[in-house]
């Protein structure tokens, strides 16, 4: 199987996950997603950033988990299969933090699931409707078992 190229940046303007969540683990998750060539800022924020974000992009008075947003054209869809994949990934610390906990799982599982998930949108994978839910949630599960994770849909 080819490898598709690869540029990341990332930035931990939330630094608590720094040293868990390093760089190579981190471009191993988004690799394992990637079906086109990437352009791609990983972000770490607090809740204070995330709560911004989510209102100023999202109209949501609130910081969410992960925040995707793409620059190949207006609404992510449609990226042509030769295009390099153009986004910024911003995952909240502290959500990412109390969400692992809630679900019992462990920080690298529950980060590897969101930076998974976040590489998804950026190729134009949405959960909108239940048939598009369904798609993605399967690409989540075969990317994160190739990593050696366990399906992130079942309560351990």
Same mark, same amino acid.
């Given at each position: 199987?080819?490898?598709?190229?690869?540029?990341?940046?990332?930035?931990?303007?939330?630094?608590?996950?720094?040293?868990?969540?390093?760089?190579?683990?981190?471009?191993?998750?988004?690799? %394992?997603?990637?079906? =086109?060539?990437?352009?791609?800022?990983?972000?770490?924020?607090? %809740?204070? &950033?995330?709560?911004?974000?989510?209102?100023?992009?999202?109209?949501?008075?609130?910081?969410?988990?992960?925040?995707?947003?793409?620059?190949?054209?207006?609404? $992510?869809?449609?990226?042509?299969?030769?295009?390099?994949?153009? %986004?910024?990934?911003?995952?909240?610390?502290?959500?990412?933090?109390? &969400?692992?906990?809630?679900?019992?799982?462990?920080?690298?599982?529950?980060?590897?699931?969101?930076?998974?998930? $976040?590489?998804?949108? =950026?190729?134009?994978?949405?959960?909108?409707?239940? &048939?598009?839910? &369904?798609?993605?949630?399967?690409?989540?599960?075969?990317?994160?078992?190739?990593?050696?994770?366990?399906?992130?849909?079942?309560? =351990?």
């Amino acid at each position: 199987m080819q490898q598709n190229k690869l540029s990341l940046s990332v930035q931990y303007a939330d630094t608590r996950v720094q040293d868990i969540l390093t760089r190579p683990l981190l471009r191993k998750w988004v690799k %394992a997603a990637l079906l =086109a060539p990437a352009q791609i800022t990983l972000r770490f924020v607090d %809740a204070a &950033e995330g709560q911004i974000l989510n209102r100023n992009y999202r109209g949501k008075d609130y910081a969410t988990n992960v925040l995707t947003f793409t620059y190949n054209d207006d609404d $992510g869809s449609d990226i042509a299969d030769d295009a390099v994949t153009q %986004a910024d990934i911003i995952l909240c610390t502290d959500v990412l933090q109390r &969400e692992a906990a809630e679900q019992n799982k462990t920080l690298i599982f529950h980060a590897a699931h969101l930076v998974i998930h $976040g590489v998804l949108h =950026a190729q134009g994978y949405d959960h909108e409707s239940d &048939e598009e839910a &369904e798609e993605m949630e399967a690409l989540e599960i075969e990317f994160l078992a190739a990593l050696g994770f366990p399906n992130p849909y079942i309560e =351990a």
